[in-house]
């Protein structure tokens, strides 16, 4: 049952309480999808920014070109453990471009709000294979944050503040 078809029954502080959680009934998903876009977003596009050579500086920020990969990268995705156990090196020269690729245009994608519930997808997936393959024993609570706001996300939809918003009206304005 929802919070708003209950009616307030308790007096005293029992009222008081459920009339506080009644405010959080305010908040609208749009804004709370916003923030977890961003913050997901940001948390892959720093470090993209981290991986890359060149970048485009537009004045408010630099984008990433992944095509000029930094060349202790090779190193750093050598580095890696899969499960605790190292991988041959022909594996990561694979794995090296997508992945920074990936870091570099998805997060785009999701902090506009385009093809948001792929982009959130994609970068969920990342965010748990950073956590549970590449470093299970430092499964750290940013990445836990960011798995969780993503899967948020996918569930959930960008809101309606996303360049996509207009495009599933028109889409589905018959339903």
């Known amino acids: ?3 708003k078809e209950t009616q307030l029954k308790e ?15 305010f908040i609208p998903y749009s804004l709370l999808a916003l923030g977890a876009r961003f913050a997901v977003g940001l ?5 993209a920014l981290t991986r890359v050579d060149q970048k485009i500086d537009i004045g408010f ?3 990433p070109l992944p095509w000029t990969i930094k060349s ?18 022909w594996v ?7 992945v920074i690729w990936a870091e570099s245009f998805i997060p785009i994608l999701l902090m506009l709000g385009l093809a948001s519930r792929f982009a959130a ?17 430092f499964f750290s609570k940013e990445t836990l944050v960011i798995a969780v706001l993503a899967a948020m996300v996918m569930k959930g939809g960008p809101g309606v503040v996303a360049l996509d918003a ?10």
């Open 1 to 3: 049952m929802r919070m």
């Open 11 to 25: 007096k005293g502080f029992d009222g008081l309480v459920q009339r506080f959680f009644r405010l959080f009934e």
């Open 43 to 47: 948390f892959f596009f720093r470090s």
């Open 61 to 63: 920020m630099s984008i």
């Open 72 to 89: 202790n990268q090779e190193f750093v995705f050598a580095e890696y453990k899969y499960f605790g156990h190292a991988i041959p090196e």
């Open 92 to 98: 990561h020269n694979i794995l090296m471009h997508p």
């Open 121 to 137: 997808a994609v970068l969920f997936v990342m965010a748990l294979v950073i956590g549970l393959v590449i470093y299970p024993d």
């Open 166 to 175: 207009p495009i599933r009206q028109i889409r589905w304005r018959g339903n």
